[in-house]
């Protein structure tokens, strides 16, 4: 824990303009790490060979599975961002999941023993149900694909709704960064797990982005509901 936690605390943006970003998701960073690890500790190696993982979705956690995990075979897919240098011994394969709605367009890759899919799937507008069907055939039997992604029902934009404020935003007009889509909830991962025969290992619900007063953590805690701003579920392909 201890290395995961200096490998957030050290990591530099590689720009003025992610270094915000960066400094919202850190402690989302970590929280992430700390579930690849025990996720990685409950895969089965097979023969002498490394554990293979892919990040969909390159950003900041692509550089920090890299530093904290340097054993694993990494792989990325998606765009490429540019902001980011290309890392030696990680392939990229370049692939606008909005296309996962048309299988002949699937990349074609050696299946992965864990596949991330961190704050990705709520800026897509293609069926989830492809996104994760695509997902699960790029997963060996018994890989797992770990979700994170916003509560779209947490304490915050209740309380914008009771004061008759929408809590989300239009989409923007720029194709690089249109915004959220749509947002799911806990109910709707486990539906989309199960209809994309995926099984559900665990879930969490917390507040890891930014920096909350200890009172609103308190009140997402205490009150009922689920009502924390961060979901991260982990969704595991069946053996048979």
């Given amino acids: ?14 720009g003025a303009d992610s270094a915000a970003y ?19 500790r409950n895969q089965v190696r097979r023969d002498d060979e ?15 599975v890299r530093t904290v995990f ?5 792989s990325t897919l998606g765009f490429f ?3 980011f240098e290309p890392m030696e011994g990680v392939a990229h394969s370049d692939f606008n999941l909005n296309e996962a709605d048309n ?19 709520e800026h897509l507008h293609v069926p989830p149900k492809r996104v994760l069907a695509m997902l699960r055939h ?7 694909l770990l979700i994170q992604t ?10 914008a709704l009771a004061g008759g404020k929408s809590p989300f935003e239009i989409i923007r007009d720029d194709v690089n960064n249109p915004g959220h889509y749509c947002e799911y909830t806990v109910d709707n991962l486990t539906y989309l797990a199960e209809v994309s025969e995926l099984e559900v290992l665990e879930y969490s619900v917390k507040n890891y982005f930014g920096q909350r007063k200890p009172l609103y953590n308190l009140a997402c805690n205490l009150l009922p509901g689920t009502l924390a701003e961060g979901i991260t579920i982990a969704l595991r392909r069946p053996y048979l």
């Fill in 70 to 74: 340097p054993d694993i075979e990494l």
């Fill in 103 to 121: 299988e002949a367009r699937w990349p074609r890759l050696e299946p992965f023993d864990v596949i991330l899919l961190a704050e990705v799937i």
């Fill in 1 to 14: 824990m201890a290395r995961i936690a200096e490998a957030v605390r050290t990591l530099t943006a590689p």
């Fill in 138 to 144: 790029l997963l060996r039997p018994g890989g797992v």
């Fill in 22 to 40: 960066l400094d919202y998701h850190r402690r989302r960073y970590e929280y992430l790490l700390e579930f690849v690890e025990r996720i990685l």
């Fill in 50 to 64: 490394p554990l293979r993982m892919l990040d969909v979705g390159m950003s900041h956690q692509t550089l920090l």
């Fill in 81 to 83: 961002d540019h902001r």
């Fill in 150 to 159: 916003p509560n779209p029902i947490n304490l915050a934009r209740r309380l």
